[in-house]
Nanobody, 121 residues
């Protein structure tokens, strides 16, 4: 069973930067995409950014983070990164790494344990 381990969260002032890492413990060849979601207190979990595990590595971002966040991957390390720049207080949340597999019409998801990101002055 593949496990996802996040790291890189922490506290930062508005305008600062953080880089989150998500390392998969095993092979990710069966997954179609990996990404980052976040969950703020009292809010639903939402997609932040996703990257396809295909040759084109197409990406998808939430409108609220476009131009500030960048998702990338290193195949050899089965690792996905989220570079977060120009952080805002509203980015404060627990960030979860996700790996998604599509089998016919069924979606299978694996989640990491989450890492806290706090943006505050």
């Amino acid at each position: 069973q593949v496990q996802l381990v996040e790291s890189g969260g922490g506290s930062v002032q508005p305008g600062g930067s953080l880089r989150l890492s998500c390392a998969a413990s095993g092979s990710i060849v069966r997954f179609n995409a990996m990404g980052w979601y976040r969950e703020a207190p009292g809010k639903q979990r939402e997609l932040v950014a996703a990257i396809a595990l295909t040759s084109d590595s197409s990406t998808n971002y939430a409108d609220s983070v476009k131009g500030r966040f960048t998702i990338s991957r290193v195949n050899a390390k089965s690792t996905v990164y989220l570079q977060m720049n120009s952080l805002k207080p509203e980015d404060t949340a627990v960030y979860y790494c996700n790996a998604k597999q599509l089998v016919l019409a069924t979606e299978y998801n694996i989640w990491g344990q989450g890492t806290q990101v706090t943006v505050s002055s």
